[in-house]
Every structure is written in C-alpha cells, then in structure tokens.
C-alpha cells in the first residue's frame, strides 16, 4: 500500500512562491510517474503536471507553464512541487498522486491534499 502525505501550503500574496512536498510510503514505491492536481472551491479537480518517475520526464498544464517546477528525489521517495508568480486564481486545494501503470492513464493512490491560498 501507498501511502502520500503532502505538504507546505499556506497563505502567500500574489507574485509569490512557494513550494510543496509530497512524501511517499510503502514497501516498494516506484510508480510510473507522480502528478499533482489541484482542486479549486466549486470546481472540477484539474491536472497541474506531472513527471515520470525513472525519467523525470515532466509535462505541465498550460495555465502553469513557466511559472511551476516539478521535481523528484527518488532515493527520500520526494516529489515537490516549486511555484512562482504565483496568481490569485492559483487558489486551491493541491493534491499529489501516483500513477503505477504504465499505458493507463489512471493515478491509483492520492494524498490528502494541502491547502494553498494566494491573495491580491
């Protein structure tokens, strides 16, 4: 079993940074890629990016592009996630997740998400 713990939101101002971590368990972890997403007060969850866990091959949602970063520690079974020029509309729950299979677009485990609020 998989276990995600995220971490690192808060509160920050608009044009801001911050960066958050996602911490995973388990016996053997080592998914096919990590993801996060994001989750916005009466909106669908959507994807922010994600990045393969052998490769560190990383893809990202256009609304983030250039301004979020993506990263892994594989030996800590870290992923973090590195925001800047941060926006208003940035505002969100933020979830980590892990894709074990390859060729199926499906992310099996999920952490409990960390709140991130930025403010005009």
């Known amino acids: 079993q998989v276990q995600l713990v995220e971490s690192g939101g808060g509160l920050v101002q608009a044009g801001g940074s911050l960066r958050l971590s996602c911490a995973a368990s388990g016996r053997t972890f080592s998914p096919y890629a990590m993801g996060w997403f994001r989750q916005a007060p009466g909106k669908e969850r959507e994807f922010v990016g994600t990045i393969t866990w052998r490769g560190g091959n990383t893809n990202y949602a256009d609304s983030v592009k250039g301004r979020f970063t993506i990263s892994r520690d594989n030996a800590k079974n870290m992923v973090y996630l590195q925001m800047n020029s941060l926006k208003t509309e940035d505002t969100a729950v933020y979830y980590c997740?892990?894709?074990?299979?390859?060729?199926?677009?499906?992310?099996?485990?999920w952490g409990q998400g960390t709140q991130v609020t930025v403010s005009s």
């Open positions: 997740a892990a894709r074990t299979r390859v060729g199926v677009s499906i992310y099996d485990y």
